[in-house]
């Protein structure tokens, strides 16, 4: 693969290193299943050597900038980030199998979190708090210090987007450790930092295996905050691993995310959104909307649409860039094959499916879309996050009725709710379990300035927004007596 930086180094104290024990990982292509190059594998002592680079840098140049400074760096990486928009996507085509068009809509995200983020720097600002007459008392908001920030990769760039931003925003220096099934435009995020003039050590970049330099990383001594996104089973391992040193994390850990259409909704606007929502990135989205809650008496109709559309779906190898991609490996694939296979067993009817185009080459890991009905909301298929591209119907008779069926998972991260009926509206939105509620609509362009994150076993802690700021810094009470 062609790149204008060596994938298989490591981005540290801005260098591009080999590991220190000379391992690799492979990259392989989800579209074809072939394997079309390396990436670097970071050992413990690279891991120990990003962050003693990143702590350079907070007592050298980068801790020496002024908000505003790190805004315009921050403004020119993102500059950086739209004239590379081509090479981004390639690289993100190839290594998450993400069709064309979708890579791209990333890449776009990710300036988007820049500019934010830029222009939010120097906006960041404690209070002064009245107190006794012989007082002044303010506030100031500190960065941590080096921030860690353990990324998936279902969405590299947008991950790192709301995540590392953010962070660098607010003064933090970082070190990332990507996912090992797709890394490159992580990489190539450090490559440009240089180009866009960040000190070195300001952002350290160090792909490698999970339980090795991301157990590292989480449970380092001298790291100030984590930041996660991926499985609850490896969140619960990071807050572990944090807590050894009382780090504070944010964790951001997927979901079943409902989406209630009562019989009054606005049908012809929520059904393509209603499968849309469920299917983007193949179903690999922690916020995909994979339960729909359809009121009984327009369930079947709804079911019939939906259907619909499922039936005119493809999907294909990512330069194809057809309606669906391939999922991120066999691994994935396995893994929601065995929950369909177990659904259907238990009396899970599939309705509808799409169709894996003929060119789509055999290696690949594609699974057709696929709808599902007479599912028990308590069976894995209306539990558990498959992180597939799958949806099941559910249908509902009484408000208080969908509301406990959106309730009723471990989980809460987004739901959408579709009703003309303002007083529903309301009432549901509190009533829901959910991080994010959208109210006749779902999702929302990739939704930069909007706070994100869940409860329960969705996790906890808000990114994106100017909410993030707050997350990526610790507050100081400063209490002066005039005498
Ligand atoms: P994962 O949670 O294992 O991987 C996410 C990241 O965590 C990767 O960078 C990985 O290297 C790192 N990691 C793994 N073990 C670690 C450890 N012990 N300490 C520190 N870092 C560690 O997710 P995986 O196995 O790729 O996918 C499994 C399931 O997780 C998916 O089917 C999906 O349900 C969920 N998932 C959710 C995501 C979301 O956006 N919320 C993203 C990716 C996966
Ligand atoms: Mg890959």
Not at 17 to 26: A, E, F, K, N, Q
Not at 34 to 48: E, K, M, N, Q, Y
Not at 191 to 218: D, K, R, Y
Not at 306 to 321: E, F, H, K, N, Q
């Amino acid at each position: 693969m062609l790149t204008p930086f060596d994938t298989s180094k490591l981005w540290i104290g801005g260098e591009w290193v080999p590991s220190s024990d000379g391992r690799t990982l492979p990259i392989e292509n989800p579209s074809s299943g072939l394997t079309v190059g390396a990436i670097g594998r970071a050992s413990r002592d690279d891991v120990d050597a990003a962050v003693t680079a990143a702590e350079r840098a907070l007592n050298g140049p980068w801790g020496a900038l002024t908000a505003f400074e790190r805004g315009r760096l921050l403004s020119r990486l993102s500059n950086l980030v739209l004239a590379h928009t081509e090479l981004l996507t390639e690289l993100e085509v190839a290594d998450v199998g993400k069709p064309v068009s979708q890579a791209r809509a990333d890449v776009v995200a990710l300036a988007r979190y820049l500019e934010f983020y830029a222009g939010a720097a120097d906006k960041l600002h404690g209070q002064t708090i009245p107190f006794l007459a012989d007082y002044t008392v303010y506030t100031l908001r500190e960065p941590h210090g080096v921030t860690a920030h353990i990324i998936p990769w279902n969405y590299p760039m947008q991950i790192m987007g709301r995540s590392v931003v953010g962070a660098l925003a607010a003064g933090n220096a970082v070190v990332v450790k990507p996912a090992e099934q797709a890394s490159l435009t992580s990489l190539a995020f450090g490559w440009l930092s240089q180009q866009a003039g960040f000190p070195a050590g300001a952002i350290n970049i160090v792909p490698g295996v999970g339980a090795e330099a991301g157990a590292t990383l989480s449970g380092h001594p001298s790291i100030g905050h984590v930041s996660f996104t991926g499985s609850f089973d490896v969140g619960v391992q990071i807050q572990s691993a944090a807590a050894r040193h009382a780090v504070p994390v944010t964790l951001e850990l997927g979901g079943k995310s409902p989406q209630i259409l009562f019989d009054d909704a606005d049908l012809e606007t929520a059904l393509p959104v209603l499968v849309r929502a469920g299917l983007q990135n193949a179903g690999q989205t922690c916020s995909a909307s994979s339960r729909i809650l359809v009121h009984r008496r327009v369930h079947d109709h709804v079911v019939e649409a939906m259907s619909s559309i499922y039936r005119t779906l493809r999907v294909g190898p990512a330069s194809a860039d057809l309606d669906l991609g391939p999922l991120i490996s066999a691994t994935q694939k396995i893994r929601v094959e065995r929950h369909l296979d177990a659904a259907r067993a238990t009396g899970a009817k599939q309705v509808a499916t799409g169709r894996i185009v003929d060119e789509a080459p055999e290696g690949g890991h594609y699974v057709a879309p696929q709808l599902y009905t007479h599912v028990n909301p308590r069976e894995p298929l209306a539990q558990e996050e498959i992180f597939g591209p799958v949806q099941v119907v559910l249908p509902f008779d009484e408000e208080e009725e969908a509301v406990r069926l959106a309730n009723g998972t471990p989980y809460g991260l987004v739901a959408g709710v579709w009703t003309r009926d303002a007083g529903r509206q309301h009432r549901l939105v509190r009533q829901l379990k959910a991080g994010q509620v959208f109210l006749n609509d779902y999702g929302a362009a990739g939704g930069v300035e909007l706070p994100f994150g869940g409860t329960g076993h969705s996790g906890h802690g808000r990114e994106k927004g100017f909410e993030a700021l707050y997350g990526f810094t610790k507050l100081k009470t400063v209490a002066a007596r005039h005498r």
